[in-house]
């Protein structure tokens, strides 16, 4: 404890104290906010404004500063050079040194770190360097995502991460490697501990720092911790990869507390963060390679605790896309079921039944809005044709941002309250997303057809009115 935070040797005093101790330290330090002016320290005028002119002058005063502003004294100067940029220099030149050493007694290495230090990735990431999955094979994508990550690792010496003391739920563990500390500094797992916003401001540093690809994981829910880390990560451009598990009320028993709702559309809502919610094992792995390929923005993945089984329309190019057509009955189709995640596999056995009626439907995977909208005109068009209205909105979460997409016309299965605590097949039961409810949301859309000649208008209705409108959530 300093009592007097202008007090310089006490301070110095507690930080060698600090230092002599093997454990961690933590000095409190007491201060006066606004210290040494006459009429404002110690007060909140100090917080937000400045001083003024007058003020200014009153307090150099009372310091004793004897000087115009920005006047350095060249004392200081002198002090400076001595003491810090010649000490400097000369610590600089011995490194160029040890650097023209290493080059000469390891050119290969060398330039492989001056290439990574240079934000180039050693080994370029392939497709074919994930394993080879089947049609039918099920597994949570949280499980995916560790077979995803693993295969990276074994490819990428750079790229590291861990979790927010919860590796093994967030399954964010590299398995060849042990746990980073002291003795062992080129392992790749990191304990971050609870510590989710300390969590992604490491990360986000050591992705300023250049030449490695990182990943931190923690629940879902847990988001809005590490959520400020996140924000900075995409307003400074960095290709730092987000892994958030048990991403909706399927966790079940866990309760409302550990049952995200609001958290997919506040990270939609951040801008230069690509959002990606697989649907199955191979999406999965389409997700973690347009991560490690990004160059300036940041990656959440959002995967389930439950087993989800490999579609045999996901496609791992077109996860790239954002939105694709994952099932359709024919090219005369009158309707559209969009789904994310683990509802794309509800949204196809749903569309079967229909068909099996002799409905005429689609059904698009939406792993990621942001890379769908960034698509351009024509290709939204034909994911998505103007002419069919009938659509429905499937999504274990917030309705809200899928209005944008059914319009007027559609429907939204969302979740707009908060979960509940039973067995997730019951959970899922109370909350409609059953093949069962969602057959019966489609039976009562109405199918509506625009002229194809016309198409902005029925936009540009949505856009001027969709603030007064709250769609059709039907739950």
């Given at each position: 404890?300093?009592?007097?935070?202008?007090?310089?040797?006490?301070?110095?005093?507690?930080?060698?104290?600090?230092?002599?101790?093997?454990?961690?330290?933590?000095?409190?330090?007491?201060?006066?906010?606004?210290?040494?002016?006459?009429?404002?320290?110690?007060?909140?005028?100090?917080?937000?404004?400045?001083?003024?002119?007058?003020?200014?002058?009153?307090?150099?005063?009372?310091?004793?500063?004897?000087?115009?502003?920005?006047?350095?004294?060249?004392?200081?100067?002198?002090?400076?050079?001595?003491?810090?940029?010649?000490?400097?220099?000369?610590?600089?030149?011995?490194?160029?040194?040890?650097?023209?050493?290493?080059?000469?007694?390891?050119?290969?290495?060398?330039?492989?770190?001056?290439?990574?230090?240079?934000?180039?990735?050693?080994?370029?990431?392939?497709?074919?360097?994930?394993?080879?999955?089947?049609?039918?094979?099920?597994?949570?994508?949280?499980?995916?995502?560790?077979?995803?990550?693993?295969?990276?690792?074994?490819?990428?010496?750079?790229?590291?991460?861990?979790?927010?003391?919860?590796?093994?739920?967030?399954?964010?563990?590299?398995?060849?490697?042990?746990?980073?500390?002291?003795?062992?500094?080129?392992?790749?797992?990191?304990?971050?501990?609870?510590?989710?916003?300390?969590?992604?401001?490491?990360?986000?540093?050591?992705?300023?720092?250049?030449?490695?690809?990182?990943?931190?994981?923690?629940?879902?829910?847990?988001?809005?911790?590490?959520?400020?880390?996140?924000?900075?990560?995409?307003?400074?451009?960095?290709?730092?990869?987000?892994?958030?598990?048990?991403?909706?009320?399927?966790?079940?028993?866990?309760?409302?507390?550990?049952?995200?709702?609001?958290?997919?559309?506040?990270?939609?809502?951040?801008?230069?963060?690509?959002?990606?919610?697989?649907?199955?094992?191979?999406?999965?792995?389409?997700?973690?390679?347009?991560?490690?390929?990004?160059?300036?923005?940041?990656?959440a993945l959002v995967l389930t605790r439950q087993n989800l089984t490999v579609e045999e329309g996901t496609d791992f190019d077109k996860v790239?896309?954002?939105?694709?057509?994952?099932?359709?009955?024919?090219?005369?189709?009158?309707?559209?079921?969009?789904?994310?995640?683990?509802?794309?596999?509800?949204?196809?056995?749903?569309?079967?039944?229909?068909?099996?009626?002799?409905?005429?439907?689609?059904?698009?995977?939406?792993?990621?809005?942001?890379?769908?909208?960034?698509?351009?005109?024509?290709?939204?068009?034909?994911?998505?044709?103007?002419?069919?209205?009938?659509?429905?909105?499937?999504?274990?979460?917030?309705?809200?941002?899928?209005?944008?997409?059914?319009?007027?016309?559609?429907?939204?299965?969302?979740?707009?309250?908060?979960?509940?605590?039973?067995?997730?097949?019951?959970?899922?039961?109370?909350?409609?997303?059953?093949?069962?409810?969602?057959?019966?949301?489609?039976?009562?859309?109405?199918?509506?057809?625009?002229?194809?000649?016309?198409?902005?208008?029925?936009?540009?209705?949505?856009?001027?009115?969709?603030?007064?409108?709250?769609?059709?959530?039907?739950?």
């Amino acid at each position: 404890m300093v009592e007097d935070g202008t007090d310089l040797a006490a301070i110095d005093a507690a930080i060698n104290e600090a230092k002599a101790s093997g454990k961690p330290s933590l000095i409190e330090v007491k201060t006066v906010i606004g210290y040494g002016s006459p009429n404002k320290q110690g007060t909140n005028a100090v917080h937000g404004a400045p001083l003024g002119a007058e003020e200014a002058e009153a307090t150099r005063k009372a310091l004793g500063w004897d000087y115009a502003p920005f006047e350095i004294p060249e004392e200081v100067y002198a002090d400076y050079r001595t003491n810090v940029a010649e000490r400097g220099a000369a610590a600089y030149d011995a490194w160029k040194q040890l650097v023209e050493d290493y080059k000469q007694a390891h050119p290969e290495l060398a330039a492989e770190v001056a290439a990574i230090i240079a934000g180039q990735d050693p080994v370029e990431i392939k497709p074919e360097d994930f394993p080879v999955l089947e049609n039918g094979f099920s597994q949570a994508t949280r499980n995916s995502s560790q077979n995803a990550l693993n295969a990276a690792a074994k490819v990428l010496p750079t790229f590291l991460g861990g979790s927010a003391d919860l590796a093994h739920s967030n399954m964010t563990y590299i398995k060849e490697d042990g746990l980073q500390d002291d003795a062992h500094r080129l392992n790749r797992n990191i304990q971050f501990g609870v510590r989710e916003f300390a969590m992604g401001t490491i990360l986000n540093g050591m992705a300023l720092h250049g030449g490695l690809r990182v990943y931190g994981g923690t629940f879902f829910v847990f988001s809005d911790y590490v959520k400020a880390a996140v924000r900075l990560s995409a307003l400074q451009g960095l290709p730092v990869t987000y892994v958030f598990t048990h991403d909706s009320i399927a966790v079940g028993e866990d309760g409302p507390t550990h049952e995200p709702i609001e958290h997919l559309a506040g990270l939609r809502a951040i801008p230069n963060l690509t959002v990606l919610r697989p649907a199955d094992a191979r999406e999965t792995q389409a997700a973690w390679y347009l991560a490690l390929k990004s160059q300036s923005t940041p990656t959440a993945l959002v995967l389930t605790r439950q087993n989800l089984t490999v579609e045999e329309g996901t496609d791992f190019d077109k996860v790239a896309k954002g939105a694709y057509v994952v099932y359709e009955t024919g090219a005369d189709f009158d309707t559209i079921l969009l789904a994310s995640g683990s509802e794309v596999n509800l949204a196809v056995s749903a569309a079967k039944a229909l068909a099996a009626e002799g409905a005429k439907i689609r059904v698009v995977s939406v792993p990621s809005t942001e890379l769908f909208d960034a698509q351009d005109a024509a290709y939204k068009e034909e994911i998505l044709p103007n002419a069919v209205r009938r659509r429905v909105a499937i999504e274990m979460a917030a309705s809200q941002p899928w209005y944008k997409y059914v319009g007027l016309d559609g429907a939204v299965i969302g979740i707009d309250r908060f979960g509940a605590s039973a067995p997730a097949a019951k959970v899922l039961e109370e909350y409609g997303f059953t093949v069962e409810h969602v057959s019966e949301v489609v039976k009562k859309s109405e199918i509506k057809r625009h002229k194809i000649g016309m198409p902005f208008i029925p936009i540009f209705l949505e856009i001027i009115f969709l603030p007064c409108q709250t769609g059709q959530n039907l739950l």
